[in-house]
């Protein structure tokens, strides 16, 4: 299996001007899961039998350097602090160089993908499009939710698949393709990302209320300090008894007691199981993401997707 990190080593950040450039270094150094790009190999190896297919190289990059242009963004609008046990890019240097850097890192994913293979761009292209209109569109959606009382569980599905789901259903989808997947098994690559994307940031959900900041790679309850209403929230509504949901309300409306309201509430969702319901549903989606595996070539790289599967259905960070 080709290593991504080294792929991402290669790429040259020494260039002027330093302010610019060495914030997307940093960003790039840090580490991460690289389940992007990751995705889109295996993808690519399911399809080819294993074969190491150099042709989706640039995607996969492209992929990796756009998902965090995306974070660099997400950080200044959550005000998040800390990104994989670091300091964000916007409190190492200010908002405008993490606004800058980012826009740059979009353009270098764009540049990144112009080296895919001439016949496969054009539909490669416009996938790529679709996903970062649907992500633009995700993280809109979650930022008006901050401000809504009532948000359904419906209305958050949606809006996780286009925030999170959509970049690794996509990633699969590109890697297969470029692989030389026809339209059945491209369909059940993009499914099956869609799938695992949602159980993803279900996990997410939950870890950033119970996880370990030194593991998880940022700081616990920020979900709940800014309100942000994650199943773990909006399952707390639906099945909180009258008295429960009024201090779930009340907490809501607390914007200082930051320790005191992310205590207050990790105890209520504790009180009502509320991890244990997310967790049900997180295995679901999993569910239907392995099922998509039965419509592929059975091989050594699938049986690794099934594997990362149900590996990220239990992770910690």
């Known amino acids: 299996m080709l290593d991504i990190n080294k792929e991402i080593e290669k790429l040259d950040w020494q260039k002027e001007p330093r302010g610019l450039y060495e914030p997307i270094e940093y960003t790039l150094a840090s580490g991460g899961k690289r389940l992007r790009p990751t995705l889109a190999l295996i993808a690519a190896q399911v399809i080819a039998n294993g074969a190491a297919l150099d042709e989706v190289v640039p995607a996969a990059l492209a992929l990796e350097v756009f998902h965090n242009f995306t974070l660099l963004h997400d950080d200044v609008m959550d005000r998040a602090h800390v990104r994989r046990g670091r300091e964000t890019v916007h409190v190492k240097w200010n908002d405008n160089t993490a606004i800058l850097s980012g826009d740059q890192m979009l353009i270098e994913a764009y540049k990144l993908l112009s080296d895919v293979p001439a016949d496969k761009l054009p539909k490669v292209l416009k996938w790529f499009n679709e996903m970062a209109t649907g992500i633009c569109e995700g993280q809109q959606y979650d930022v008006d939710f901050e401000h809504m009382i009532q948000v359904s569980i419906e209305d958050y599905m949606k809006m996780i698949e286009l925030k999170t789901s959509v970049l690794l259903a996509h990633a699969m989808r590109i890697g297969g393709y470029i692989a030389g997947a026809n339209e059945d098994q491209q369909e059940a690559l ?3 990302g869609l799938h695992i994307g949602l159980a993803f940031q279900i996990q997410d959900d939950i870890l950033d209320v119970y996880g370990d900041p030194k593991t998880f790679g940022k700081a616990i309850g920020g979900d709940i300090v800014c309100n942000k209403k994650t199943l773990m929230l909006l399952t707390a509504m639906e099945t909180a008894s009258p008295e429960d949901k009024t201090e779930l309300l009340q907490w809501l409306m607390t914007t200082d007691r930051n320790e005191e309201k992310i205590a207050a509430v990790t105890e209520l969702y504790t009180r009502l199981s509320i991890r244990e319901k997310c967790e049900a549903i997180m295995e679901q989606e999993t569910a239907k993401a392995l099922e998509q595996l039965d419509k592929l070539p059975q091989n050594e790289a699938a049986g690794r997707l099934r594997d990362m599967a149900e590996q990220l259905a239990t992770r910690t960070r």
Do not use: K, L, R, T
């Open 190 to 192: 993009y499914q099956f």
